[in-house]
T-cell receptor
Framework: NAGVMQNPRHLVRRRGQEARLRCSPM?????VYWYRQLPEEGLKFMVY????????ESGMPKERFSAEFPKEGPSILRIQQVVRGDSAAYFC?????????????FGEGSWLTVV | SQKIEQNSEALNIQEGKTATLTCNYT??????LQWYRQDPGRGPVFLLL?????KEKRKERLKVTFDTTLKQSLFHITASQPADSATYLC??????????FGTGTSLTVIP
C-alpha cells in the first residue's frame, strides 16, 4: 500500500540548469498538489492538478515553473533555468476526491539545491 | 487574501504536561480545518480534521477545538511525550479545494 512517492529525494543543479521533480500519487488518487517549503517557513501552495488538467496554478511563479499530470505516469514539476532562490523542499500531496473535507496525503519531499 | 498564523515561537514543555498550540486565521471562513505533524526532513502527516459545526474533536491524546467566531483553532496534546516533539501545521481548505498551511509551531517535549 504505497503512499505518495516522490523522486528524486535530493537533487543538486547548477544555476541555469533544469530541475524535474516527479510525483506518483497514492493508488486511486487522481488529484495532485505541489507545495514549496523554504527553511523555517511554512508550506506554500503552488499548483493543483487533476489528470490532464491544471485546476489552480495561482501559487506558481509566472516564469520558469510548469507542472503537468498526464493521463499516464507521474506528475512532473519542472523548473527551468534554476536560480539559487529555487533551493527548497518541494512536496507533493494527493487526494482521492475534490469535495470539501477531503484529506491530502504528502510524499517525503524532494530537496533541490542550486549551486 | 487569507492569512493563517500559528504560535511564532517554539514551544518547550515538560514531559507529561499538556501542550497547546494555536492557529488563527483572517479573511476566511473555512468549512474544515486540519492539523498535520511534520518531522525534520519528512513530509507532513495528517492528524485530525474538524468541521465548522464541530466544537471539539478527539483522537487518543489529541484534542482539537474550532471556534469560528474567534476564527481560531486550538490543538492540545495531553500527557505529552518526547516522541511528540515535531512541528505542527494547521491547514485550511479553500473553496477551490486548495489547502493553505500556517507556518507551523515547533514543539519540544523535554524528558
Amino acid at each position: 500500500n504505497a503512499g505518495v512517492m516522490q523522486n528524486p529525494r535530493h537533487l543538486v543543479r547548477r544555476r541555469g540548469q533544469e530541475a524535474r521533480l516527479r510525483c506518483s500519487p497514492m493508488k486511486g488518487h487522481s488529484h495532485v498538489y505541489w507545495y514549496r517549503q523554504l527553511p523555517e517557513e511554512g508550506l506554500k501552495f503552488m499548483v493543483y492538478l487533476q489528470k490532464e488538467n491544471i485546476i489552480d496554478e495561482s501559487g506558481m511563479p509566472k516564469e520558469r515553473f510548469s507542472a503537468e499530470f498526464p493521463k499516464e505516469g507521474p506528475s512532473i514539476l519542472r523548473i527551468q533555468q534554476v536560480v539559487r532562490g529555487d533551493s527548497a523542499a518541494y512536496f507533493c500531496a494527493s487526494s482521492a476526491y475534490s469535495r470539501s473535507g477531503n484529506t491530502i496525503y504528502f510524499g517525503e519531499g524532494s530537496w533541490l539545491t542550486v549551486v | 487574501s487569507q492569512k493563517i498564523e500559528q504560535n511564532s515561537e517554539a514551544l518547550n514543555i515538560q514531559e507529561g504536561k499538556t501542550a497547546t498550540l494555536t492557529c488563527n486565521y483572517t479573511n476566511y471562513s473555512p468549512a474544515y480545518l486540519q492539523w498535520y505533524r511534520q518531522d525534520p526532513g519528512r513530509g507532513p502527516v495528517f492528524l485530525l480534521l474538524i468541521r465548522e459545526n464541530e466544537k471539539e474533536k478527539r483522537k487518543e491524546r489529541l484534542k482539537v477545538t474550532f471556534d469560528t467566531t474567534l476564527k481560531q483553532s486550538l490543538f492540545h496534546i495531553t500527557a505529552s511525550q518526547p516522541a511528540d516533539s515535531a512541528t505542527y501545521l494547521c491547514a485550511l481548505e479553500s473553496t477551490g479545494n486548495q489547502f493553505y498551511f500556517g507556518t507551523g509551531t515547533s514543539l519540544t517535549v523535554i524528558p
